[in-house]
C-alpha cells in the first residue's frame, strides 16, 4: 500500500472517530408496530437476539434530510445537465492520477476479473470521488428511516436493513453503530448496500476480512467482482453512436436490456457510426445532449454497469469517465 494511501487512511480514520465519539448514547425510543414486526421477524429467521435489534432500531434516528435526498436525485436532470456533474476536468485528473498511483493493483484485478481498470476507477471516481466523499449519514439511521418511513421502496430498504444486521464482523470495518455511508446506506469507497457487500465483496488482500473503506485490494476487486457476477463480457463493446436516418422508426424500450439484434436497429434507420457485430444484441438509448437528440446503440455490458444504478444517464457518466481516463493514462505512456 503506497505510503500517501496510508496516510489518507489515518486522517480518514480519525475524522470517523471524532463523529462517532461525538454521538451521545440515548435510550432507545419507542417502536412502532412495524419496527416490532421486523425485529420479531430477523430474530426468528436469524441468530440474533430480537431485543438486541429492538435496542438497535430504538437506537436509531428517523432523518428527514436522508428523505429529502431521495425525492431529488441527480438522475432526474436531463443528460446536458447531468454529464458535467461528473465529467469535470478535476475528477478527470484524479482519475488519471488514481490509476497510475496503483496502476499494478488495478490492472491485476483487471486480469483477474475480466473488467478493464479503467472502469473500476470510474465507478470510484463517480460514487465517493476515489474515496474521499464516502458519506455522513449513520447507516442505520438511514435505512432505518427508509423503511418505515419511505413507504414507495419501504419492501427494498427493509430488505437492506436485515442484510446490514446478518452481515457478519468480517465484513464491516466499523460497528455497526458508527457506520456511516450515503442517505440510501450505501457503504465504502464503491458505495455497496448490505447485499451487495453480502453477495459480491471480495478478500482480495488475503488478510480474512472484507474492508471496503480501508483496504484498496478489497475495494477494487470488489467493484470488479460485482460486474464480473452481472455478467461483463470481457472485451466486448459498451455504447456506439448511431446516426438516425430521415424517418427513422421511433423505438422507446422498457429498459436498458440489449433485446435487438443490431441489424434490426439498422434496419429501422439508426446506423452505427463504428463497426459492431450486425448480431450482437443491443438497445437504443436517446439522451438530450446540448445540440439536441443524442442516439446511443447500447450492449450488454452497458446493460451491467446499470445493475449497480439503473440510470442510464449513470452508466453512461461512468462509461465516458472511464473511456478519458484511460485515453489519458495512455496518451502520457507514449508510443
Not at 436498458?256 to 463497426?275: D, H, K, N
Request: aromatic content about 12%.
Amino acid at each position: 500500500m503506497r505510503e500517501s494511501f496510508r496516510r489518507f487512511l489515518t486522517v480518514a480514520c480519525l475524522v470517523a472517530t471524532s463523529a462517532s465519539s461525538a454521538t451521545t448514547t440515548e435510550p432507545p425510543k419507542e417502536l412502532g408496530s412495524a419496527e416490532k414486526a421486523f425485529a420479531s421477524s430477523l430474530a426468528h429467521e436469524s441468530s440474533l437476539s430480537e431485543q438486541a435489534i429492538l435496542d438497535e432500531l430504538g437506537r436509531a434516528h428517523v432523518q428527514q434530510s436522508v428523505l429529502d435526498a431521495i425525492a431529488r436525485p441527480a438522475e432526474a436532470k436531463p443528460w446536458k445537465d447531468y454529464r458535467p456533474i461528473f465529467l469535470t476536468d478535476r475528477r478527470v485528473q484524479e482519475g488519471v492520477a488514481f490509476y497510475r498511483e496503483h496502476r499494478a493493483l488495478l490492472d491485476k484485478v483487471g486480469k483477474d476479473f475480466g473488467v478493464p481498470p479503467e472502469v473500476v476507477t470510474a465507478i470510484l471516481g463517480v460514487e465517493t470521488h476515489y474515496g474521499k466523499v464516502t458519506g455522513r449519514y449513520r447507516v442505520i439511521d438511514s435505512l432505518v428511516t427508509l423503511a418505515f418511513h419511505y413507504p414507495p421502496r419501504e419492501a427494498f430498504f427493509r430488505d437492506e436493513l436485515r442484510q446490514l444486521f446478518l452481515l457478519h464482523d468480517a465484513h464491516l470495518a466499523f460497528p455497526l453503530d458508527e457506520l456511516r455511508g450515503s442517505y440510501a446506506g450505501a457503504m465504502g469507497w464503491g458505495q455497496f448496500m448490505p447485499s451487495s457487500i453480502a453477495k459480491y465483496a471480495r478478500d482480495y488482500d488475503g488478510d480474512g476480512k472484507i474492508d471496503l473503506w480501508n483496504s484498496l485490494p478489497d475495494i477494487a476487486a470488489s467493484v470488479a467482482n460485482y460486474f464480473k457476477e452481472f455478467g461483463w463480457e470481457t472485451g466486448g463493446p459498451v455504447t456506439g453512436r448511431a446516426q438516425p436516418a430521415e424517418g427513422a422508426r421511433e423505438i422507446h424500450p422498457a429498459n436498458l436490456e440489449p433485446v435487438y439484434p443490431l441489424e434490426q436497429l439498422v434496419a429501422w434507420g439508426y446506423a452505427p457510426i463504428e463497426r459492431f457485430d450486425p448480431a450482437m444484441p443491443a438497445s437504443l438509448l436517446t439522451l438530450e445532449g446540448p445540440n439536441g437528440p443524442e442516439y446511443w446503440l447500447t450492449f450488454r455490458n452497458f446493460y451491467v454497469i446499470s445493475r449497480y444504478n439503473k440510470s442510464p444517464l449513470y452508466s453512461m457518466a461512468v462509461w465516458q469517465l472511464a473511456q478519458e481516463i484511460a485515453r489519458q493514462v495512455d496518451r502520457e505512456a507514449g508510443p
